[in-house]
């Protein structure tokens, strides 16, 4: 307690970063390990083992006994093999630490454990992780002791990516090459690379872990398949804050501390909507350090959490009515020499071309709105999309009104001649418009909002890995600059060509642009008029991964083939299925084992009431007869309820696997689910609180 904390001295300490390098390696080797961090060169086997060599002794100096090569399956969370450093024993039975150059390159779990929907099928079952060497290594300390973390991307035999990292790694190549063809036609010779930035924002909960403990829903789904609102929702969350700050603040505290020591930028905390809510906001990065980072977080926030006694729910959707948790993408496109393509600019000249890299974005997103949606899809996050919080589930751009205004000119007139609000910033351009660099209004409700110099891509989930939305938001950028280079570098006249592009676009693509409430249903309707894709559940959204659209899209940049796509979506569907059979089977349990039979606890106690009363006298009996006919009939509700969704569960193993179960799951079982919440979560109303067999909404979200 008390002590100081040096946080530059603790900032990125278990980190191999650039200094490390600097410090340790060879001058040459250094030189070369930049060159393939910075440019893409190819790493010799030579340079490798020295940058290992010198990896290992540093690590044992942060206390590493093991290395680890760190990928993510798709599984949703990261995956991790152990070996320790120690070679084979000498003669004199000695052991030596070593790490040689081919064991940080290169790993081989056995891919046939992680989902590969199908593709295992078609190719060996030999795995590869490769060494992403633009995320820094990093010693983790935990129970286990320190191991030494090598990001790496996670391929098949043939070069198949069976993870998050390897497509992110691609899209963030086709985005370099299309920016920077993009920066060159307008004149810049010094970038030489274009990176997309990524600052996510995390939500999550923290409960008690001894309430934790007594929901079985809890801890084998992450969510409450029952429970019954509390009578103060989260329009109460003031008086309850006196007791959680110090509990909380303490656990922030170790949290921040656990992710500077990572070289984890966490910058912001604070308390969310709901009670019990928090969120945690790291500096930006580059989207594969981002998204490295992402998982380094909530690992950490797990980790932190069962350490104070607390569980922290990463769930889209814990409790049922109570704010759900995302995750907020921030995305920019910045190159090496600091310009941020998305910033509006101060001279003319940059704000021609902010305005056709915006107006790229639009026709980008519009064309491709399904993949973005998709992109969020997540069984949990099928409570919070088109719920009546969180984004909607149907995809628009938030402009602001200014930048709003100006597209609206540019669009009836072809020339925007004014700037709503004052100060003008001018573009030298008659037929361009002028506009103010400061963002007007900011707006809560759009999946898609630009916010002053960047887009903020709101639809994630909370337990999600980021990788997948940038992945798209990166290649359908990268498409549409693509397009517009082949026209400006065969254009005569640039200036003119520019011009119509940004009125074709912003005219084509107008449909996109929404300034409104996202949450009003009138949206809904609008967005259907507009023929804007609504697509609510995880099911639903799923197919635009495989679409002819989609795969020559991706195709053509060497993100995903088209078996790489249609791999990604069966294992969509198989999660889905999977995650709605557990959920179903935990509803019938708790339903079986502990709620139906304190209900019948209870109606006896009322019975034995009414006959003791009576015994006694000519007393009023009503009240109890009143509660127990109530009680007895949504026992009896509960129970049909219950035979029903049992029967359904009892089908899924008959229903073909893939997409025919998944809309099975969700057709039937999940409906079947939410009838048989219905009457449980009416009886937790009635019943006596002694009686009821588990901690209420009440006990879980107000007395952390
Ligand atoms: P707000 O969403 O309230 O505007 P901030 O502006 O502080 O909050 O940013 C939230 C997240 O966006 C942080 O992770 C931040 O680092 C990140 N961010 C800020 N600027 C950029 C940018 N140009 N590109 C990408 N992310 C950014
Ligand atoms: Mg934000």
Redesign the pocket.
Known sequence: MGENINVVEMFGCDVFNDSVMQARLPKKVYRELKQTIQEGKELSLEIADVVAHEMKEWAIERGATHFSHWFQPLTGVTAEKHDAFISAPMENGRVLMSFSGKELIKGEPDASSFPSGGLRATFEARGYTAWDCTSPAFVRHDAGGGTLCIPTAFCSYTGAALDMKTPLLRSMEAINTQALRLLRLFGNTTSKRVTP?????QEYFLIDKEKWLQRKDLTYTGRTLFGAMPPKGQEMDDHYLGTIRQRVSAYMKEVNEECWRLGVAA??QHNEVAPAQHEL????APANIASDHNQIIMRILKKVASRHGMRCLLHEKPFAGVNGSGK?N???L?TDDGI?L??PGKTPHENIQFLLVLTCILKAVDTHADLLRESAADVGNDHRLGGNEAPPAVISVFLGEQLGDVLEQLISTGTATHSKKGGRLETGVKTLPDFMKDATDRNRTSPFAF????F?FRMVGSRDSISSCNVVLNTITAEVFREVCDRLEGAEDFDLAVHNIIKEFATEHQRIVFNGNGYAPEWEKEAKRRGLPNLPSMVDAIPALTTEKAVKLFESFGVFTRAELESRAEIQYEIYAKAINIEAKTMIDIATKQIIPAVIRYTTVLADSINSVRAVGDYDVSVQTDLLKRTSALLKSTNSAMGKLARLVAQVPGVPEGRERAVFCREKVVKAMEALRSPVDELEMIVDKEMWPMPSYGDLIFEV
């Not at 930035?197 to 924002?201: H, K, N, P, W």
């Not at 906001?281 to 930006?284: D, E, K, L, N, S």
């Open positions: 930035s990524v600052g996510a924002e910058k912001t906001a790291p500096i930006y907020h921030n995305w920019s910045t941020n998305l910033d916010t002053g110099n960047k903020e």
